[in-house]
Every structure is written in C-alpha cells, then in structure tokens.
C-alpha cells in the first residue's frame, strides 16, 4: 500500500484508508493461523518476549481537552506496585474514585466533570495543584507506594510566539522585552527566537510569571520530579524542540521516563533524528499516527534496538475497537495509556486486557515498564 501510494505523507491513498486495511489484513492473518491476534503481532515482531502492560491511567485533564485553566494536558496513574494487571486496575480505579471525591469536596460538583480522556477536569490552573491532588487521592485509597504518577503536559499547545503575549500598555509590540525567555528551537516559516512557554494559555487575562523560558521549564520540571514519585513526562517541550527535551532528559532521565509524542510522530526518521541528539529516552508509538501496522512495528524495532521504552496510546477522540490491547501485549512495550478507568471507548481496551491475562497468564510489568526486556523469566531483548 506504501507503494501503492507513493508519497511521504500517504497523500495520494490517505492514512486513514491505508491504516485500517493495514489493521484489517492484521486481524485476517491471525484469524487465518486461529490464533489470538496479539500473538499474531508477537510473530510479526519476531517474536519478542511478552508481558502485561502497567496502564497509565489519565485522570486529571487540562490543556485543549478540558475547560479550566490548566495547561497541562494530562496527569496519570501508573500502579507499578500491583501484581497482575487485574490487580493495577484495581488500583488506579480506587485511586480514581477517591480523587472524584477530593475534588467534589474541594471545588465543587461541577469539577468532577470529565475531559475528553475520562479524566476529571477540575477548576484547577497550577500544574503542581494537580500532582497534589494525585498524592492526595493516591493517599486517600491507601495505595501509597504502590502507585507513580506522570504527566503529559502536551506543550505544543502552549508555545506563543512573543508577538502575541508581551504587549505594551501602549499596544505596540515589545520586542526587546524579557529576552531571557526567548527560545532558540527551529519552527518552520516562523524566528526561532520569538517563542515563549505560556501556562496561563487558556486564560483571559495571563500572568507575565507563567510565561517561562526554555531553561526555566527544566527547572519546573526538574523540581517536579524532585519533589512528586513521578516516573514519565511526555511531551515536556514543543514539537521541534529536540535541544529542550535533550536538556530535560539529561537531567531526570535517569529516573524519568521522557516519551516523544508530536516530536516523533511514530515515524522512524524523526525518532533516528532523537536517538542522535540524545532528546528523549521513550517514544509514544499511535498506530493511527503514522498510519499503518508494519510502520508501527518499524519505529517500535528501533526503540528495542536502542533499549528506548516504548509507550502504546490511544487517541483522544477514540472508538471502542481494541486494537492496541493487543499491539502493546504482542510487542511487550510493558506500558501503555488509553485514559481514564471510566467511559466505553476507553474500557474497552481494559476489558481486552483483562481477557488477554486471564487466556495467557503473562507476567505483569510492574516497576520494569521502561526496561520490559528486565522483567525475570521475559528473556530479554
């Protein structure tokens, strides 16, 4: 179909049309062999070790999936202290529940509405204020220890090129203002150097103090991972930012997972061009990304092959098929996310889980997500 196309970007046949072929014949060969589709994709990888994923469960949302304040556009779950992936979903929806209560009480009936993931959306506009109230729920359901937390503050969303946010009371542009925060990262068709972060992007009315540097960001994020159990942030910088994420990950990523969304796109070169400058330690691999099985299979052999973790995802705007329950299991990438424990486009892949676990007994993942080739009896990579 590739060749049948003939394009870089799928422009002649379209993504969307190649992609659910490409899922449709997966289905088939597995069908045809009367074998479980995950194994099926197990084959077609070469047949890596297996495991059950720790999913990360997205329950606080903000950014453009939510209506508060909040730039970051999620906060996860992630139970690595559960036995069997039964036993994390468990967890995560205890953990869940408690938190709906915490935010019921605190801001109001309203808050505990949900975002487009399943996550709450409370009436919440400091990032920090939403890795509180994860402690607090993880505290509450007496999960504490046995469940990290993580973030995806999606920060593409909140790059604001100087022009639009430094205005003079006069209304003339301020060029020459706060020259410290001007962000040296290339944007096609646009200066390089007239970018700030603004966390107060969703705001009438935003604070000159919420709009931070490149260097100020990894002090943020650095004194988030010091000071919360955080284990992966996704997306910390903007999506050509390959020098901030390499900065950040220098620093944390000994401990931190540092995943590469809209700055790979599950595209092989993108994620070549982060391997050789060292910008991350992860990718998040989306099927409906890059628009086809073996292409996803391709960018998840290249991680392997440079011992980067592999992160499988959902979309935001999801359908009920459970497509990638069975990617993640059949790849062994030891985690993934598809929201919160609430909602039926998102339940569905849990449920598929769940019966994956029950028809195979793999061993759950746990604390070994980043490296699943370490869990004992895997067999390594």
Same mark, same amino acid.
């Given at each position: 179909m590739l060749d049948l196309d003939g394009t870089e970007n799928k422009t002649n046949l379209g993504a969307n049309a190649i992609l659910g072929v490409s899922m449709a014949c997966c289905r088939a060969g597995a069908a045809q062999k009367g074998i479980s589709l995950y194994r099926h994709i197990n084959e077609l990888a070469g047949k890596p070790p297996m495991c059950m994923p720790v999913p990360c469960f997205n329950v606080i949302n903000g950014g453009v999936h939510a209506g508060n304040y909040l730039a970051f556009q999620e906060f996860f779950l992630i139970p690595v202290g559960a036995t069997t992936f039964a036993e994390a979903m468990k967890l995560g929806s205890e953990t869940y529940h408690n938190l709906k209560a915490i935010i019921k009480k605190k801001y109001g009936l309203d808050s505990t509405a949900v975002g487009?993931?399943?996550?709450?959306?409370?009436?919440?506009?400091?990032?920090?204020?939403?890795?509180?109230?994860l402690l607090e729920a993880i505290d509450q359901a007496g999960h504490k220890g046995k469940i990290l937390i993580g973030s995806d503050p999606a920060s593409s969303e909140f790059w604001k090129e100087k022009e639009q946010v430094y205005v003079r009371s006069s209304g003339a542009l301020d060029d020459g203002a706060m020259d410290d925060d001007v962000l040296g990262v290339p944007?096609?068709?646009?200066?390089?150097?007239?970018?700030?972060?603004?966390?107060?992007?969703?705001?009438?009315?935003?604070?000159?103090?919420? &709009?931070?540097?490149?260097?100020?960001?990894? @002090?943020?994020?650095?004194?988030?991972?010091? *000071?919360?159990? #955080? $284990?992966?942030?996704?997306?910390?910088?903007?999506?050509?930012?390959?020098?901030?994420?390499?900065?950040?990950?220098?620093?944390?990523?000994?401990?931190?997972?540092?995943?590469?969304?809209?700055?790979?796109?599950?595209?092989?070169?993108?994620?070549?061009?982060?391997?050789?400058? &060292?910008?991350?330690?992860?990718?998040?691999? @989306?099927?409906?990304?890059?628009?086809?099985? *073996?292409?996803? #299979? $391709?960018?998840?052999?290249?991680?392997?092959?440079?011992?980067?973790?592999?992160?499988?995802?959902?979309?935001s705007g999801e359908t009920e098929d459970t497509f990638i329950a069975d990617l993640t299991v059949g790849l062994g990438t030891g985690h993934l996310k598809t929201g919160a424990p609430c909602r039926s486009e998102r339940l569905a892949k849990y449920n598929q889980l769940l019966r994956i676990e029950e028809e195979s007994s793999l061993k759950f993942c746990g604390k070994h997500f980043r490296q699943p080739w370490t869990l004992e009896g895997s067999g390594g990579y």
């Amino acid at each position: 179909m590739l060749d049948l196309d003939g394009t870089e970007n799928k422009t002649n046949l379209g993504a969307n049309a190649i992609l659910g072929v490409s899922m449709a014949c997966c289905r088939a060969g597995a069908a045809q062999k009367g074998i479980s589709l995950y194994r099926h994709i197990n084959e077609l990888a070469g047949k890596p070790p297996m495991c059950m994923p720790v999913p990360c469960f997205n329950v606080i949302n903000g950014g453009v999936h939510a209506g508060n304040y909040l730039a970051f556009q999620e906060f996860f779950l992630i139970p690595v202290g559960a036995t069997t992936f039964a036993e994390a979903m468990k967890l995560g929806s205890e953990t869940y529940h408690n938190l709906k209560a915490i935010i019921k009480k605190k801001y109001g009936l309203d808050s505990t509405a949900v975002g487009d993931e399943g996550g709450f959306a409370p009436a919440v506009a400091d990032p920090e204020e939403g890795l509180q109230l994860l402690l607090e729920a993880i505290d509450q359901a007496g999960h504490k220890g046995k469940i990290l937390i993580g973030s995806d503050p999606a920060s593409s969303e909140f790059w604001k090129e100087k022009e639009q946010v430094y205005v003079r009371s006069s209304g003339a542009l301020d060029d020459g203002a706060m020259d410290d925060d001007v962000l040296g990262v290339p944007c096609p068709g646009k200066d390089p150097h007239r970018f700030t972060k603004d966390l107060d992007f969703k705001c009438k009315e935003p604070k000159a103090s919420q &709009k931070k540097s490149r260097e100020e960001m990894v @002090k943020l994020y650095k004194h988030f991972c010091d *000071t919360y159990p #955080i $284990a992966l942030l996704e997306d910390p910088f903007a999506e050509e930012d390959f020098e901030g994420h390499a900065q950040l990950t220098a620093i944390v990523g000994d401990k931190v997972e540092i995943v590469g969304d809209d700055l790979y796109c599950t595209n092989t070169k993108r994620v070549q061009m982060g391997l050789d400058k &060292k910008a991350t330690n992860a990718m998040l691999l @989306k099927v409906n990304q890059i628009g086809s099985v *073996t292409e996803s #299979i $391709a960018a998840w052999q290249l991680c392997k092959d440079n011992k980067w973790g592999v992160f499988v995802s959902h979309r935001s705007g999801e359908t009920e098929d459970t497509f990638i329950a069975d990617l993640t299991v059949g790849l062994g990438t030891g985690h993934l996310k598809t929201g919160a424990p609430c909602r039926s486009e998102r339940l569905a892949k849990y449920n598929q889980l769940l019966r994956i676990e029950e028809e195979s007994s793999l061993k759950f993942c746990g604390k070994h997500f980043r490296q699943p080739w370490t869990l004992e009896g895997s067999g390594g990579y």
